[in-house]
């Protein structure tokens, strides 16, 4: 199962992009679907998630300014980012926990998208 993220760019502080992940692989079940980021010399931080059944968890720090949403039969997961801010520029990932039923035992795991950098001018 692999992860693609883009929609990544430059913008000014106050502007919106949105985020697109699609899952490729045919998953039998797609979970759990979250964004993360990474700033230069910080680590790894959640920035939402979403269950298969649509509840979403949100930073502190992006309340109210991010959407996380999904597309099930689609399997695409995207993030609507508005009233951007300097601190939010970072390599944003996108990640996924799926299964694979087979017959002969199932399988699962989880993967990570290549990253998409955002980066937000003031």
């Known amino acids: 199962v692999q992860l693609q993220a883009f929609g990544g760019g430059l913008v000014q502080a106050g502007g919106s992009l949105r985020l697109s992940c699609a899952v490729s692989g045919n998953p039998s079940k797609v979970s759990t679907m979250s964004w993360y980021r990474q700033a230069p010399g910080q680590q790894r931080e959640l920035v939402a998630d979403v269950t298969s059944g649509g509840s979403t968890n949100y930073a502190d720090s992006v309340k109210g300014r991010f959407t996380i949403s999904r597309d099930n039969a689609k399997n695409t997961l995207y993030l609507q980012m508005n009233s951007l801010k300097p601190e939010d520029t970072a390599v944003y990932y996108c990640?996924?926990?799926?299964?694979?039923?087979?017959?002969?035992?199932?399988?699962?795991?989880?993967?990570w998208g290549q990253g998409t950098l955002v980066t937000v001018s003031s």
């Open positions: 990640n996924c926990d799926w299964m694979i039923l087979r017959d002969w035992g199932d399988q699962v795991g989880r993967s």
